[in-house]
């Protein structure tokens, strides 16, 4: 309704007025340009995508590694639609995670190189419309008696206004489409590049605050040994100097004071190494509130099952990336086959010029230059080239896609199998714990009443210690395997609202 009302305006004042004669001449033009586009953006050369089918069973491993109840009972239909808080419940660990999304230097990295990818997809969109410009000339030039052609030195005045498009690629071919499709393609694999490190930021956020519980730990653990064993070592040399400890007695309590020592300063460590590990992950300085004492201090993870079916894998971001570029592979083949087409380019100017600057827009002061070029390759062998590697770059994407989706099933699969036994092992593990504490306190007793050797008691209480030990790395492997499930099904991409803070 717009354009109609307006045309007729134009048509009008022309004949009044010379500059909306140029106009209205110059939007002919565009209109015409603009037809030329519409008919040309239905062509492309560029060869159909088709998904490839996945490389991977449809169900899940079988057998006594995994927990068959877990994978047919599913709490979540796609995982990839998971919020991360409706999984990492603990509070600490919450706000933990939301210090490194809004800290974290990796995943700013990534945002930016959206922002990159998205200009670069902006630039070739704007490739397919044609650039109008505008310009205005002026200036005087003093011609000398000698190549006047009146034999007199003469001044001579110009002016010009131009209204035009300079050297425009009219897409027959599609080669522009191919291109701009190229680069929307890989604008979206970069998108999926930041859900991937977003997820990864998150994963291991909860891994290195899962590992810091259980060094802090193993710290409590080494520092109530070793107050243990200094009350051991105490009533060794108390006995020893009555003669009811012999000196090699004495040495041996005196290497386990040491080895516990040892391992306090071995776990302190540790957990210094986790914290500034911590620091990294979330940009600043870990407030000390919010770190875990022990495992024990971290809430339970909710349970998180795989699904039903293998094809919820195709929701993880690494797998929908390398198809996006697989995508990107396809559209270049359509830019490398229209290269054996004619390049057809356009550059035309409508505009006034006159030898005053008071008649720059009188009549019969019109001037336009229309000046189309075709390039039609004859001879080039590089073209030839062109295309074979845009074709083996799609056979490179899909062998990629392929192997992805591959590692993604092999990720999840070794994953479950821990889910499916780990359990058992806990289970065995406390027993062990409880029967080399069982031990340990009857040797001590009998070492006490003179019935047993102190070797006895030595020999318990390394065994106790590695168990207790061992039993926190089965609890640390647990938790982590929490995490190691939800990161390999692609979960947690969705970003939390601010009011969940």
Known sequence: ?????????????AVHNPFARHLTRFSKVFYMSMTIVMLASSCTLAPEYVKPASPIPHEWPQGEAYDDNT???????????????NFFTDKRLQ??????????????????????????YGLRRAEILPAINTNATGGETRVPSELSRTGKATTEEQYSVNFGITSWEIDFFGRIRSLKEQALQEYLA????????????????????LTLGADSKNLKLSQNTLETQENIYNLIRERYSVGLATEIELHQAQTQLDTADKNVSVYTQLTALDQNALNLLIGLSSPEELLPQTLTDISVFEKLSAGLTSEILLNRPDILQSEHQLKAAFANIGAARAAFFPFISLTSTFGT?????????????????????????????????????SETDRKIAQTNY???????????ADTLAVAGTIDQQLKSQKSIVYSTQTIYDLSSDRYLQGIDSYLSVLDAQRTLYTAQQDLVSLNLAKLANHVKLYEVLGGGANEANDNAK
């Open 71 to 85: 994978q047919k009972s599913s709490i979540y239909s796609n995982v990839a639609t998971l919020n991360w808080q």
């Open 402 to 412: 392929e192997k992805t989706i591959q590692i993604a099933f092999r990720e999840v």
């Open 1 to 13: 309704m717009n354009i109609k009302l307006f045309t007729p305006s134009i048509k009008y004042h």
């Open 353 to 389: 010029a006159s030898d005053e600057l008071s008649g720059l827009f009188n009549s019969g002061s019109d001037t336009w230059t229309l000046s189309p070029t075709i390039n039609l390759p004859i001879f080039d062998t590089r073209i030839w080239a062109s295309l074979r590697v």
């Open 190 to 209: 970069t998108e999926q590049a930041k859900r991937i490190v977003q997820t990864a930021l998150i994963s291991e956020t909860a891994r290195v605050y």
């Open 95 to 120: 706000k933990i995670i939301y210090l490194a999304l809004e800290n974290n230097r990796d995943l700013q990295i990534a945002a930016l190189n959206i922002e990159r990818a998205r200009g670069i």
